[in-house]
């Protein structure tokens, strides 16, 4: 905030400087007339940023942006009228013998004034340019800072509502295997802990490295494992090699909830197949399962799955992602496909 006041005054003491050595630029090298130059130039530019910082710093503000447009323009007409008729005096009382024309004749009274009229819009105009401009760029950095900020939330938001359904249903997993086999239920617990801790503590980032995600689903594949019988396949595949790409993270967790979900059956053969690969930035992702629909009051997962996944999708990879999914011969399959550079 300091270096942008500092660089305006800067900007506005050059342009002042500028403007005051003009006449000098422009008559290099020829004869000079301080008298010309003052009665010309330098009372007239006085005049000018009078009217420009008067209106900068208060009228614009007070008047033109508050929609009173008819007395902002009244106080520039007096303003501009009283600065006309006090340059004709000073003129007429110092400057009068350089005012004529060769001809010792001085020009109508009504033509300097109208042209005197016109030169004072100028600094006027100007100031209503950089003001306005200035408005429109605060207002345009406000409009993205507050879409930004409704992005992050809605961000969040869909991130909160993963949390508590992928946590219940990792605990119905382990609930079923209370029973069944405690050492395993006790073995899962500390398995979900380590996920629970990835979720609440390394998630909280735009990215994170590809290989840590990995690693995460790796884990809760394994947990959701335990659970299942013979009957039920689960084959996958990820990048072993460090690739180095950053992603953000929870994407692919809700279609593997939704694969588990959906694509195991108590009494039937099941199978589910996922692999991800890597093609230079670009992250493909791939899974397939036999299709079980349960009933709407089932709630093993996370049930908000595929929704909750595009929404973050379109506010985090605009026209980066593909995203399909098909259904055929009682096969669900998805592919998501995301740009990450």
């Not at 009228?59 to 929609?67: A, E």
């Not at 595949?237 to 180095?244: N, R």
Request: hydrophobic share 45%.
């Amino acid at each position: 905030m300091k270096h942008n006041k500092k660089l305006t005054l800067f900007s506005h003491v050059l342009t002042w400087l500028i403007l005051i050595s003009l006449p000098y630029i422009l008559s290099y090298g020829q004869e000079q007339e301080i008298n010309r130059i003052i009665a010309h130039f330098w009372v007239p530019l006085c005049f000018y940023a009078v009217i420009f910082y008067i209106n900068y710093f208060v009228l614009i503000d007070r008047f033109l942006f508050k929609k009173e447009t008819v007395l902002f323009v009244l106080i520039n007409i007096l303003m501009i009228a009283i600065f006309v008729t006090l340059k004709e005096q000073i003129e007429t009382a110092f400057f009068t013998d350089i005012l004529r024309n060769k001809n010792g004749n001085a020009p109508p009274l009504k033509m300097v004034i109208y042209v005197q009229m016109l030169s004072f819009l100028a600094p006027l105009l100007f100031s209503i340019a950089i003001k306005t401009t200035k408005r429109w760029v605060k207002t345009e950095a406000e409009r993205k800072e507050a879409a930004n900020f409704k992005l992050q939330s809605e961000l969040q938001h869909l991130h909160y509502q993963l949390q508590p359904h992928f946590f219940f249903n990792s605990l119905n997993n382990i609930y079923a295997l209370v029973d069944i086999s405690p050492a395993e239920a006790k073995s899962s617990i500390h398995s979900l802990s380590k996920l629970m801790r990835y979720m609440l503590y390394e998630t909280n980032v735009d990215k994170v490295l590809l290989s840590k995600e990995i690693e995460f689903l790796q884990k809760y594949i394994e947990l959701m494992k335990l659970r299942l019988s013979d009957k039920t396949k689960v084959n996958y595949a990820f990048p072993s090699a460090e690739t180095g790409i950053k992603i953000a993270p929870l994407l692919f967790i809700s279609l593997i909830e939704n694969a588990f979900k959906h694509g195991v059956s108590a009494s039937n053969l099941s199978h589910i197949n996922i692999e991800m690969i890597c093609e230079n930035t670009a992250v493909i992702f791939k899974i397939n399962n036999n299709n079980y629909p349960k009933q709407t009051s089932d709630k093993s997962g996370s049930g908000i799955g595929l929704q909750n996944l595009e929404k973050r999708l379109q506010l985090l990879y605009p026209n980066k992602f593909e995203f399909n999914n098909t259904l055929e011969n009682n096969i669900f399959s998805v592919t998501l496909k995301i740009e990450t550079s």
